[in-house]
């Protein structure tokens, strides 16, 4: 069972890879975000403080978003999905690891960059900890309720609109609690202890619920 994760894994790693405009494009669109604010506000070191823990979030949320429609696109139009449905194997596992794939392209590199985006706001190195942290709890589980918005607009018309109007209500604890846990930081690293673990829970119960309702959504929309 888990050589087929893994399998599916690897293949949509080496699909990523031979259009690597598509995930240079989230890439490119967080460093723009988290850039232009500064330009914007001003480059007054107590404001760009405040500001930073939200600025990025939220570029890290929309820059998930951008390859959502595409999670499941290319195997609904060349059948692929519709084999995945006919293996032995659960379809939710095999949700699982393109949810793995679309993360180690969308969320990793946003949480390796943190460092410099920190030092663009003037983060100091225990806010920068906190936030790549945080974003290493929190970038998994914006792929995985993304997953589910995916799936249920799989195959419609303007399905970008209405997968973006379903998941982002869903985003909005872990944009809260994600951004939280920096601001606290400045004041004392136990602080932030109570958002990180609530992250955390709400990683396992993302990592629990959100591919098996990935697979039924994926079911109702081949249907």
């Known amino acids: 069972m888990w050589a087929v994760f893994w399998c599916v894994l690897k293949r949509d790693l080496l699909l990523a890879m031979r259009r690597r405009t598509d995930v240079l494009t989230t890439l490119f669109f967080f460093m723009i975000v988290v850039s232009l604010f500064p330009l914007g506000v001003g480059t007054e ?121 379903l998941i982002l209500p869903l985003y909005i604890p872990v944009l809260v609690y994600g951004s939280g846990a920096i601001e606290v930081s400045v004041i004392d690293l136990s602080d932030t202890m109570p958002y990180l673990s609530l992250l955390g829970a709400f990683l396992l119960a993302a990592l629990t619920l959100a591919p098996l309702a990935s697979a039924a959504a994926l079911k109702i929309s081949l249907e």
């Open 45 to 165: 070191r107590q404001v760009l403080q405040i500001l930073g823990p939200g600025v990025v979030w939220v570029a890290a949320l929309l820059a998930s978003m951008l390859a959502l429609e595409r999670l499941f696109a290319a195997d609904y139009e060349d059948g692929t999905l519709e084999q995945m449905l006919l293996t032995a194997q659960p379809l939710s596992l095999l949700v699982l690891a393109k949810v793995g794939a679309h993360w180690l392209l969308t969320g990793l590199p946003l949480v390796l960059i943190a460092p410099l985006v920190g030092m663009q706001y003037h983060l100091s190195d225990a806010q920068i900890g906190i936030m790549m942290l945080s974003l290493l709890l929190g970038t998994p589980i914006l792929s995985l309720i993304g997953a589910i918005g995916a799936a249920l607009t799989l195959g419609l018309r303007g399905g970008g609109i209405l997968l973006s109007l």
